[in-house]
Each structure stands twice: as structure tokens, then as C-alpha cells.
């Protein structure tokens, strides 16, 4: 499976956006609904003509910790969207399968256009997650706020979060939060049953491997590739926690 990424750069967003609308308004209305909200595909796919007729906002109930959003439609969406509904009922689907059925467009659908798409303007690493990871990293690059992030996707730790985002972890953000609380819980983990020493072993060992394929035979440039963006994410770690 190939890894899908947040667009980064308002060029290309542009361009998919306009890819999108040459395919169809309803695939665009999907993915700025997308970008917007930070809401699941599964869960835009359940709007209904009501939720956007006559709406300059969407209100929208994001993850399992129910965190309440609002996405302003700005006016070229709202118009968008007013053009796609004429004549519609109030409680038809919003983003359909086909126009004589009233059934959600289903997401082997939306995956399939999304990736077409993307690939028509040079995207590789496309899918319907790049919604959700597009509005994250949009949010964490103008607010700096990884914690919202993690608790709104509901992430077992910030740097889960950075993954996702595709940044690099920014240590110093998560030291900043940690509580002493939280400090209290590590020390009880770290040091029960040299859980902690045990942890630093297994890293070394896993680094003593990829030491030993760097003397050995030549591997493939990708592993290379890897093996760089790895030490070099080591080496800002360390420094930050030395600091």
C-alpha cells in the first residue's frame, strides 16, 4: 500500500482542487468538506442536503471524544454547493453514488477518483486519508498545537501525531507538556523490571543490524534513503533531549 501524504503546498491543493471539479462537483465538495472539518470519509459521506442548504457553517462532531468543530464554507464553496443542491430534498445524501439513486457515494469510489486524480497532476501519494491529513498538518503549521491534534484524532501520543502529519517530532513541544504526573507514571514504567534498559537494548540491537547491512554487501539506494533520514531524526532527537 503506498503511503498517502497531506498536501503542503497551496499550488498543488489548487490543482487538485480543480482536477477534482473537472471529474465532478460532488469530489470536490468531498475533499473541501475534508480539508475543513478533519472529519472521517465514512462520516462526511452521512451529510444530508439539510446539513449545507442555506449554511455559511458546518457544524461537525469529530472522533471518539465527540470534539466539536466549526468549518466556515466560504462564499465560492457555498455557491458551489448551492448550484449542486438546487432542486434536491432536504433529506437526500449530499455526496451520492449515482444521481438516480439516493445512496452515499460508496469509499471504494471516492479512494478510486481521488487517486486518478492525483495521479493526472503528479500526486502519487494520494487517497481519501490525505483529507484528513491535509486539514491536521494545515491546523499544527498555523497553530503549533500537536496536543489538539493527537486528542482530536485520538493518537496514543504526539509523536504518533508528527507521523501522521509527516513532520519531524518537535521534541521540545511534547517536554513543554509533559506533567509531573506523567513524569512520575515514566519513572514507575521505566524503571519496573529495567523495562527502560530493555527498551534501549532492543534500539541498539535494531541499530547494530542496519550498522551491520551499511558494512556489508551493497543494498538498494532506497535503503540508503532511509537509513539517512533516520540518523539525521537521531541526531536532532538527541540534541533536543541533551538540551
Not at 439539510?50 to 470534539?67: C, E, F, P, S
Not at 471504494?108 to 495521479?119: C, D, L, N, P, V
Not at 534498559?197 to 539506494?221: A, C, F, T, V, W
Amino acid at each position: 500500500m503506498n503511503w498517502v501524504a497531506p498536501i503542503k503546498d497551496e499550488e498543488t491543493l489548487q490543482k487538485f482542487r480543480e482536477a477534482l471539479r473537472a471529474v465532478d462537483d460532488k469530489y470536490y465538495i468531498l475533499f473541501e468538506i475534508g480539508i475543513g472539518t478533519g472529519l472521517q470519509l465514512q462520516d462526511i459521506l452521512q451529510f444530508r442536503v439539510k446539513d449545507v442548504r442555506n449554511k455559511d457553517a458546518l457544524h461537525a462532531v469529530i472522533g471518539t471524544r465527540q470534539i466539536e468543530r466549526i468549518f466556515p464554507l466560504k462564499p465560492e464553496l457555498q455557491a458551489v454547493i448551492e448550484d449542486f443542491i438546487a432542486g434536491r430534498d432536504d433529506d437526500e445524501y449530499l455526496i451520492t453514488g449515482y444521481a438516480s439513486t439516493n445512496k452515499p457515494l460508496s469509499r471504494e469510489q471516492a479512494y478510486r477518483i481521488f487517486k486518478q486524480t492525483g495521479s493526472k497532476i503528479g500526486l502519487k501519494s494520494i487517497g481519501t486519508q490525505t483529507m484528513r491529513k491535509t486539514f491536521a498538518w494545515r491546523y499544527y503549521k498555523e497553530t503549533g498545537d500537536i496536543h489538539y491534534i493527537q486528542t482530536l484524532l485520538n493518537h496514543a501520543s504526539p509523536n504518533i501525531t508528527f507521523r501522521y502529519i509527516g513532520e519531524k517530532p518537535n521534541i521540545q513541544v511534547i517536554y513543554d507538556k509533559i506533567t509531573e504526573d506523567e513524569n512520575q507514571k515514566a519513572m514507575n514504567y521505566l524503571l519496573n523490571d529495567k523495562r527502560g534498559i530493555n527498551d534501549i537494548d532492543i534500539i541498539i540491537g535494531e541499530l547494530k543490524q542496519i550498522r551491520r547491512q551499511l558494512s556489508g554487501k551493497k543494498q538498494s539506494p532506497a535503503f540508503y534513503g532511509r537509513v539517512d533520514a533516520l540518523l539525521e531524526q537521531m541526531h536532532d532527537i538527541i540534541k533536543d533531549f541533551n538540551q
